[in-house]
């Protein structure tokens, strides 16, 4: 793929995770259910994974991690938190996406489902080490979060194919 669609693509998919981040910051981070905010970021990841493989997904996964590290500075996890987890988040879940499924609506639900999944495990080994939760109560609010979040993956989904239809040429 010649270097000018591969700069097209991720101008495209950076330009698509701006709108999702302020879809977050200005509709998103204002609607609590049962005491819970959706949480976008492990979704943007898991799309991505589902669609760009495991070459290319973790690399975004790394950038996006490293602006929400830069952006969420108290959110209860230590520095570089979201550069390591998110990336490795996508590791896992473009490897399954890339060897069980296709690209699709389930492919995009099984990568969320394990990008949520790492990011949970991630917050309790946090919790766990600073003593200051029980993995179980960490577990049970990432399992709220994720379920409250899920809807948003039908816009996430959409836009995310979309992307990828009009930015991958076939050689």
Known sequence: MPKSYLIFKW???????MLLVLLQL???NYIHVGGIVPFLPPMLVGAAASYEGSRASPVYA????????????GAGVPAGFFTFVFTLAALFAS??????FSPGFLCSL???????????LGRCAVYLHRGTASPAAV??????????TLPCLIVVF???RQVHRR???DY
């Open 139 to 148: 577990l049970l609010m990432a399992a709220k979060e994720y379920l409250v």
């Open 26 to 28: 200005f509709v998103l």
């Open 11 to 17: 101008v495209v998919y950076s330009l698509a995770t």
């Open 158 to 160: 959409l836009l995310f």
């Open 95 to 100: 490897l399954l996406a890339e060897n069980l």
């Open 110 to 120: 099984m990568s969320v489902t394990v990008c949520y999944l790492v990011t949970a």
């Open 62 to 73: 790394l950038v996006f991690g490293l602006l929400c590290d830069l952006a969420l500075t």
């Open 167 to 169: 930015t991958t040429v």
